[in-house]
């Protein structure tokens, strides 16, 4: 049963992540940058410093991959490296559980759902609920 839903969730990855690639959309990499800012103000040298800064740039490079680290999550999920695929899957589409809830909380106080899918098109936000729905199955 655990492998059908992995499966499931790879088959689901794939057209996420070419819907995500087509459309351009890609990880928080605004985020990751200003993280990136803030380690390189805090720490001056060291080995702490160099050890952030490279995982950060792994972080950004994922990321701005986009749909391609959304279907290379899905091939792991398939391959039963479910959490390293989960996570990827959520990189590349800059989808979690707080994105969901900020988007739920900007809809009801702004009430303008037009600007909302307006913000990734209808592609993008078919390719974000796939992708959201193949991390959610994989198990």
Same mark, same amino acid.
């Given at each position: ?17 070419? @819907?995500?690639? #087509? ?7 605004? #985020?990751?940058?200003?993280? @990136? ?10 080995? #702490?410093?160099?050890?952030? &800064? ?6 950004? @490079? ?14 792991? #999920?398939?391959?039963?490296? &479910? ?38 098109? &209808? ?17």
């Amino acid at each position: 049963m655990i492998k059908k839903r992995n499966t499931t969730a790879f088959l689901i990855s794939v057209p996420a992540g070419l @819907l995500l690639f #087509i459309k351009g959309i890609q990880g928080p990499t605004g #985020i990751y940058f200003l993280i @990136l800012d803030y380690v390189n103000g805090l720490l001056t040298t060291g080995a #702490i410093k160099s050890f952030l &800064v490279f995982g950060l740039l792994v972080l950004i @490079l994922l990321s701005s991959l986009g749909g391609l680290t959304v279907i290379a999550g899905g091939f792991l #999920i398939l391959k039963d490296h &479910v959490s390293t695929g989960k996570f990827l899957i959520g990189i590349g589409a800059g989808i979690s559980i707080f994105l969901v809830l900020f988007l739920l909380i900007t809809l009801f106080t702004s009430g303008d759902l037009s600007s909302l899918i307006a913000q990734y098109g &209808v592609v993008g936000w078919i390719g974000i609920i796939l992708a959201f729905l193949a991390r959610s199955i994989a198990r």
